[in-house]
């Protein structure tokens, strides 16, 4: 029985060969036969960006509708997707029982849709431990990114919101949110700048007591920070 399934990945994105990276239709059409694989525990697909001028197709959709077909998933990583409000909904209001790691990693979410994921009830995500949004442009999410810290901040493990373009506002929320079990968390390359970096000095004590990594390069902080 099939148990990882990987295609492409961002080191091909990124140059060599993204001939091996699927288009959205192709990735939809291998997630159609996802039934064949009951027992898969981890799934990556890598896309293609759309071609200039070929019509945006999303995948969220798609993805969800496997999610009764696939109860041992553990982890779901999708690169480069496009994500409209339909895909994002049916992402959060599908239940995924095994699901500890959630990576969409520089995809397309428009703010309000992005929004309706963070809004997903905690109880269709029970395993979830990681959240990786790294490269998703989530400058005006402020607020969805505070009720995502909220719903599911005190069983994250590990978070990643490097390349997100976040702003102090989100950087606030992180340093008021109950993360007890939070081990590290990633804001590389945000332009942070002595202002957040003071924003997260601020956390209260034992708020993140087992934080062991918070990365922040990239950023524009001070040594005085």
């Not at 069983?155 to 702003?167: D, P």
């Not at 700048?193 to 034992?206: E, I, N, Y």
């Amino acid at each position: 029985s099939l148990r990882s399934l990987g295609w492409g990945g961002s080191d091909t994105v990124a140059g060599v060969a993204d001939s091996v990276c699927l288009s959205h239709r192709q990735a939809a059409a291998l997630l159609a036969e996802a039934a064949a694989w009951p027992g898969l525990e981890y799934l990556q697909l890598a896309l293609k960006p759309p071609e200039p001028g070929e019509p945006e197709e999303y995948l969220g959709a798609a993805v969800a509708a496997v999610a009764p077909r696939l109860p041992a998933l553990r982890g779901l990583r999708l690169e480069y997707a496009f994500l409209d409000a339909g895909g994002c909904h049916a992402l959060a209001s599908a239940t995924w029982a095994a699901l500890e790691r959630l990576a969409l990693t520089s995809c397309f979410m428009p703010d309000e849709d992005f929004g309706a994921l963070c809004a997903a009830p905690a109880e269709r995500f029970p395993a979830l431990r990681a959240l990786d949004f790294s490269g998703c442009d989530l400058e005006g999410s402020s607020d969805a990114i505070a009720v995502l810290l909220e719903t599911f901040g005190a069983r994250l493990v590990y978070l990643n919101l490097s390349g997100c373009e976040i702003r102090n506002a989100v950087l606030a929320s992180l340093a008021m949110a109950a993360l007890p079990l939070l081990e590290t968390c990633n804001l590389a390359s945000n332009g942070i700048g002595d202002s957040g970096a003071r924003l997260l000095a601020r956390t209260p004590p034992g708020r993140m007591p087992r934080l062991q990594l918070l990365d922040l390069r990239g950023n524009f902080v001070s040594d005085a920070a």
